[in-house]
């Protein structure tokens, strides 16, 4: 079966920068596939390129077996799209801009269109009826994806979705995109919060300074396996408190502070938490935080500085000096 975006060798030159370096990436019909990487990756130019906002400098790009430079309103009317500027500055209401729409998008009814984009507006919490230049930031961008996804499209291409969306939107997001691939529709979304790609990709590349560093399904990238951790003990004894925590398996980066009995301990935790939870236990525990880490901060730990600079990526999950372009397509073919 025909992927249902494949791009191959894509580079994409803003006059002497380059942003993309002949990136492959393939989705399969009926998958999430998440692009996350730090800012500046290359993730907006890719989906731009996708929906022909921007054309590529070279290589190539398909997009439910058509190039979409030639696709025109036949091939846009099977996609739902969010930009990752979104600006909706109409005077018209949300229900108008809607209905519009559901006019020109899609081959489902409008009226049946615009039935689902209430119903979607009613989840996410969204007065239609007010002017969409009046709404939040993050109304706005409830809109946007009420538009992409209303019309029921073959395929969804999210650029950073979540923006400016408060965590229980977020997870009704999260929960929609779900929805749509039950239904078999295929989806793309880039972010750079890796615990949204986390629930909901079956695959994910993780994009680089216009390369992909690595690619494949979330848990083999072990991105997720790096948490950022801070803890206040109580101990009167900070110096072999300090040793305690010297010996924990993937505790590193650590940075301690002793004040009057009270030691303030951060790091970074690779692997498995539960050395670092078992020795905290020892002492009274005041306070604690464990946080995913930036995107940045993953893909430079994992990958390397000069993977992030050059591409040239050594990873567990990758570990060969190949390109990462031949990496990727090699990775796809095992998949076929
Ligand atoms: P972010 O997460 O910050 O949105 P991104 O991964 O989407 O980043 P892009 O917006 O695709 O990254 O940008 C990739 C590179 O291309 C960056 O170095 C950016 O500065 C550059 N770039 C993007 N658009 C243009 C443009 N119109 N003109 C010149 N350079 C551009």
């Known amino acids: 079966m025909t992927d249902t975006i494949e791009i191959d060798r894509l580079q994409k030159r803003y006059g002497s920068r380059i942003a993309l370096h002949e990136l492959d990436l393939h989705v399969r019909p009926g998958t999430v596939f998440g692009l996350i990487g730090p800012n500046g990756a290359g993730k907006t130019t890719t ?135 039950s239904a078999g529709q295929t989806v793309l979304l880039s972010s750079h919060v890796l615990s949204e790609i986390q629930q909901t990709a079956d695959e994910v590349a993780v994009l680089a300074n216009g390369r992909v560093v690595a690619d494949g399904d979330v848990a083999s990238l072990r991105l997720g396996s790096i948490r950022r951790v801070r803890a206040e003990i109580s101990t009167t004894d900070a110096a072999a408190a300090r040793a305690d925590f010297d010996r924990v398996p993937g505790l590193g980066g650590v940075e301690v502070h002793d004040s009057d009995g009270i030691l303030s301990i951060s790091g970074t935790v690779d692997g498995a938490i539960d050395p670092f939870i078992k020795v905290l236990a020892r002492f009274e525990v005041r306070d604690l935080t464990v946080e995913e880490p930036d995107l940045e901060e993953s893909v430079l730990r994992l990958y390397g500085a000069s993977a992030a600079n050059a591409g040239a990526a050594t990873s567990e999950a990758a570990p060969t000096n190949e390109p990462p372009t031949r990496r990727a397509r090699r990775g796809r073919e095992g998949r076929r």
Request: charged content about 25%.
């Open 47 to 181: 989906l731009r390129t996708l929906v022909d906002v921007i054309r590529p400098s070279s290589g190539s790009v398909r997009v439910l077996g058509e190039d979409p430079r030639h696709g025109g309103v036949a091939l846009r009317r099977r996609i739902g799209y969010v930009p990752g500027e979104l600006h909706l500055e109409g005077r018209s209401s949300g229900h108008r801009m809607l209905s519009f729409y559901a006019q020109v998008s899609g081959s489902r009814d409008a009226t049946a269109t615009l039935r689902t984009g209430r119903e979607l507006a009613d989840r996410l919490g969204v007065d239609l009826s007010r002017p969409v230049r009046t709404l939040s930031k993050g109304n706005k961008q409830k809109v946007g994806l009420i538009q992409a996804f209303m019309h029921r499209p073959e395929l969804l291409i999210l650029d950073e979705p979540t923006s400016g969306l408060d965590p229980l939107v977020q997870r009704e997001f999260l929960q929609m995109v779900r929805e749509a691939k």
